[in-house]
């Protein structure tokens, strides 16, 4: 009999992030609402907070996943050559965290980098992040094409603050004529890696 409360509950779960990520599609991330959550879903605020404790922690399940799916799909593709092709890479990553202040805040606070709070998948998505980037500057060093007088991982921990500080430094300005991103980090990437 213990199963089918548990499959209830992780049908209930599972409902609940089917029907924020469809808000979220439709109005953006900052425009979600517990309330519209629940209402939509069927379900009392007190289920939603036995799954999620907040609104925020709903967000970085969702949002944890959706990195890891762009993580996953950087992976798959051929390792990049340059800085430059580094950044490109890294673009439609940027493009989807850049596209809402709260997508970047939840992110590097639910890493555990900024805080107590932790999510494991977003988390796992900053590690993960480090080792691609490990890897890729093994190959370029392998290759003679990036400096070869540091650790590849301390290299690539550099490349995950540059990305860290564009994002922040894009929201942080009052006018619309940065680059985007990806075009910002180019500068930073080609200083870090090639000298």
């Given at each position: 009999?213990?199963?089918?409360p548990?499959k209830?509950r992780?049908?209930t779960?599972?409902?609940?992030?089917?029907?924020?990520?469809?808000?979220?599609?439709?109005?953006g991330?900052?425009?979600l609402?517990?309330?519209?959550v629940v209402?939509?879903?069927?379900?009392?605020?007190?289920t939603f907070f036995?799954?999620?404790?907040d609104?925020?922690?709903l967000?970085?399940?969702?949002?944890?996943?959706?990195?890891?799916?762009?993580?996953?799909?950087?992976?798959?593709?051929?390792?990049?050559?340059?800085?430059?092709?580094?950044?490109?890479?890294?673009?439609?990553?940027?493009d989807f965290?850049?596209?809402?202040?709260m997508?970047?805040?939840?992110l590097?606070?639910?890493?555990?980098t900024?805080?107590?709070?932790v999510?494991?998948?977003?988390?796992?998505g900053?590690?993960?992040?480090?080792s691609?980037?490990?890897?890729?500057?093994?190959?370029?060093?392998?290759?003679?094409?990036?400096?070869?007088?540091?650790?590849?991982?301390?290299?690539?921990?550099?490349?995950?603050?540059?990305?860290?500080?564009v994002l922040?430094?894009?929201?942080?300005?009052?006018?619309?004529?940065?680059?985007?991103?990806?075009?910002?980090?180019?500068p930073?990437?080609?200083?870090w890696?090639?000298?």
């Amino acid at each position: 009999m213990t199963r089918a409360p548990q499959k209830r509950r992780l049908e209930t779960r599972t409902k609940l992030l089917s029907v924020a990520e469809d808000l979220i599609d439709a109005n953006g991330v900052s425009a979600l609402r517990v309330e519209n959550v629940v209402a939509r879903a069927g379900v009392a605020k007190g289920t939603f907070f036995s799954h999620f404790g907040d609104k925020d922690g709903l967000l970085a399940v969702i949002l944890g996943a959706q990195v890891m799916r762009h993580i996953e799909d950087m992976d798959a593709a051929p390792a990049p050559n340059t800085p430059a092709e580094i950044a490109q890479r890294l673009s439609p990553l940027l493009d989807f965290i850049s596209q809402d202040r709260m997508i970047f805040d939840l992110l590097l606070r639910y890493s555990g980098t900024t805080g107590a709070e932790v999510d494991e998948v977003v988390t796992q998505g900053f590690l993960r992040q480090i080792s691609m980037f490990t890897g890729w500057i093994s190959q370029m060093q392998a290759a003679g094409t990036l400096r070869g007088d540091a650790n590849p991982e301390f290299l690539a921990e550099g490349i995950q603050a540059f990305l860290n500080h564009v994002l922040a430094t894009g929201f942080c300005m009052e006018h619309g004529d940065l680059p985007p991103p990806a075009e910002a980090l180019v500068p930073y990437l080609e200083q870090w890696l090639l000298t």
